[in-house]
């Protein structure tokens, strides 16, 4: 289902030469242990991704082509290995340019693939070259970003076969949200620390002078719902008075998103007569997941100093 958890990378780090790390002055800052927990919140939190990530893709190309929606037929067997070979290329893809930024630093990259728990597949790039923190971070979200760009501008330039490149986009983007959550935790950390992906998780070394911290990946779940509900409601009340707003402003049509699609978000007109609107619950509803997501993704994994 998800690959590319940076968490299952295992990048054995040694920095750009082999590094002893009990000797070189280094002590232990925090970790980022791969518990089952920790592998069902990432289930969890690819779910969710692949429903914002794939309204958000769809809005670019609907945009681009000018089409509300799309259709696939997989009575087709054509059809149906089209898209396997896209979405097990997509993998492959991913992997590969982690691995072609490894090389860049220095690294000599290998690859698998393995089961977390027997719950969640995943693919990995794997060195015995370490990395400081801003070289991995580079090497953890250049696929999200190439592949991102790539696929849009693909999409943008030729139209006639942009449903093809929405699996690759939607799937590749979904799957890069264990990248970010280690991105966003490593982030704590001074930029002179050394990283060591082991088989359990993630461990940081810093300088004896830095400051130690506990990573929890717990909360992640009540986080979300708490911004999510917030966000749907909020929304929903926003665009339930910006019509009377509109109104006396004198406003005679306001739209937000794309006019009459799958994508308007909130169309408001008026006349002589009076004023009419609409709303929509499935882009709010789109919006109110990508700022739960974000949100939890932010507060989760909040470091705590510990003794030491």
């Not at 082999?18 to 990432?42: A, C, F, H, I, Y």
């Not at 929606?69 to 893809?93: C, E, K, M, P, Y």
């Not at 696929?151 to 949200?177: D, T």
């Not at 910006?242 to 006396?248: E, F, G, N, Q, V």
């Amino acid at each position: 289902m998800w690959r590319g958890w940076g968490l299952y990378k295992r990048i054995k780090m040694k920095e750009q030469q082999p590094l002893n790390l009990d000797v070189d002055g280094r002590k232990e800052l925090g970790r980022l242990e791969m518990s089952k927990e920790v592998v069902v919140t990432l289930i969890g939190v690819g779910t969710l991704a692949l429903f914002a990530f794939a309204f958000f893709f769809t809005a670019l190309y609907s945009q681009f082509t000018g089409k509300v929606g799309f259709n696939f037929d997989f009575t087709s067997g054509g059809t149906i290995l089209i898209s396997a070979a896209l979405f097990i290329g997509t993998l492959v893809l991913h992997e590969l340019i982690h691995g072609v930024f490894m090389t860049k630093y220095g690294g000599k990259p290998s690859y698998g693939a393995g089961i977390a728990y027997f719950i969640l597949p995943y693919f990995y790039a794997t060195t015995k070259t370490a990395f400081r923190r801003n070289q991995f971070i580079v090497i953890a979200i250049a696929p999200l970003v190439v592949i991102s760009l790539a696929g849009i501008g693909l999409m943008a330039a030729f139209p006639s076969v942009a449903h093809w490149i929405l699996l690759p986009l939607v799937v590749n983007a979904s799957g890069a949200v264990g990248d970010l959550w280690v991105t966003r935790n490593v982030l704590r950390y001074p930029k002179e620390v050394l990283l060591e992906d082991r088989k359990n998780g993630l461990i940081i070394y810093g300088r004896e002078t830095d400051k130690l911290l506990n990573i929890s990946a717990t909360g992640f779940a009540s986080k979300f719902f708490k911004v999510f509900i917030l966000c749907f409601f909020a929304l929903g009340l926003l665009m339930g008075t910006a019509p009377m707003a509109l109104d006396i402003l004198g406003v005679e049509s306001f739209t937000i998103g794309p006019a009459k699609s799958l994508f308007t978000i909130f169309d408001f007109h008026s006349s002589a007569e009076g004023f009419g609107f609409a709303f929509f619950p499935l882009p709010i509803l789109a919006i109110s997941v990508i700022a739960g997501l974000v949100y939890a993704i932010i507060k989760t994994g909040k470091p705590r100093k510990r003794g030491g």
